[in-house]
T-cell receptor
Framework: DAGVIQSPRHEVTEMGQEVTLRCKPI?????LFWYRQTMMRGLELLIY????????DSGMPEDRFSAKMPNASFSTLKIQPSEPRDSAVYFC???????????????FGPGTRLLVL | TQLLEQSPQFLSIQEGENLTVYCNSS?????LQWYRQEPGEGPVLLVT?????EVKKLKRLTFQFGDARKDSSLHITAAQPGDTGLYLC???????????FGGGTRLMVKP
C-alpha cells in the first residue's frame, strides 16, 4: 500500500510568494495532521482534520497560514505571503480509528523541505 | 498543556556501546509511542506501550512505560551505526487521535 504522499519534496521561494504544500493521506484513514519541524522548535502540530473537517487549528502560527481538506484523499497547506521564518520541513501524517489498526499511530509522509529566501 | 521532555537532546557514542533515552512528563498518558526519524524522511513508529510498567523489546531496543504512565525509556544495547537518527516519544490519549511529541533525542553512532 502507498504511504502518505507529499509534494513537492523541496520548495525554494522568495519572501512574499505564495506556497502550497500538498498531501495525500493513506486510503481509509480518517485523521490528517499537518506538522512543522525545525531544529529550534522540534515537531509542532499546526492543524488536524477528522473526516475532512478541521478540528483544531490552534497551532497555525498566523493568518498567513491556511489549510483545506476538500475530500478524503487530498489536503493542502498554504502560506501567503511566505516569510524567511517559515523555512522548515512540513510533514503531513494520517491515522485511523479503524478498530483493526492501532489507534493513534500516525503515519508520516516524507515531508516538504521549504526554504524562503 | 501536556509536555513531554526528552533527555538527552544529543548523544554521540561509539558502535557497541549501550545507551538510554528518557521521556518524562507530569501528565498521565493512555499510551506512549516511540518513533525514529532518519535524515530526509518522516518519523516511523517503533513501538506503542499502553500499560503502566509494560516492557517491550524490539531486537536490541527495549522500551519501558513507567508505572504511573507519565514517563518512558528507550534502551539500546550494542548500538550500531544504523541506529543513528532522531528518536521521538509521543504521548496519546488526547482528543482526536492527537499525539503530544517530545523534543527528540538526536543519536549518532560512530563506527
Amino acid at each position: 500500500d502507498a504511504g502518505v504522499i507529499q509534494s513537492p519534496r523541496h520548495e525554494v521561494t522568495e519572501m512574499g510568494q505564495e506556497v502550497t504544500l500538498r498531501c495525500k493521506p493513506i486510503s481509509g484513514h480518517d485523521y490528517l495532521f499537518w506538522y512543522r519541524q525545525t531544529m529550534m522548535r522540534g515537531l509542532e502540530l499546526l492543524i488536524y482534520f477528522n473526516n475532512n473537517v478541521p478540528i483544531d487549528d490552534s497551532g497555525m502560527p498566523e493568518d498567513r497560514f491556511s489549510a483545506k481538506m476538500p475530500n478524503a484523499s487530498f489536503s493542502t497547506l498554504k502560506i501567503q505571503p511566505s516569510e524567511p521564518r517559515d523555512s522548515a520541513v512540513y510533514f503531513c501524517a494520517s491515522s485511523s480509528t479503524n478498530k483493526w489498526t492501532s489507534r493513534e499511530t500516525q503515519y508520516f509522509g516524507p515531508g516538504t523541505r521549504l526554504l524562503v529566501l | 498543556t501536556q509536555l513531554l521532555e526528552q533527555s538527552p537532546q544529543f548523544l554521540s557514542i561509539q558502535e557497541g556501546e549501550n545507551l538510554t533515552v528518557y521521556c518524562n512528563s507530569s501528565s498521565v498518558f493512555s499510551s506512549l509511542q516511540w518513533y525514529r526519524q532518519e535524515p530526509g524522511e518522516g518519523p516511523v513508529l517503533l513501538v506503542t506501550v499502553v500499560t503502566g510498567g509494560e516492557v517491550k523489546k524490539l531486537k536490541r531496543l527495549t522500551f519501558q512505560f513507567g508505572d504511573a504512565r507519565k514517563d518512558s525509556s528507550l534502551h539500546i544495547t550494542a548500538a550500531q551505526p544504523g541506529d543513528t537518527g532522531l528518536y521521538l516519544c509521543a504521548g496519546g490519549g488526547n482528543a482526536g487521535n492527537m499525539l503530544t511529541f517530545g523534543g527528540g533525542t538526536r543519536l549518532m553512532v560512530k563506527p
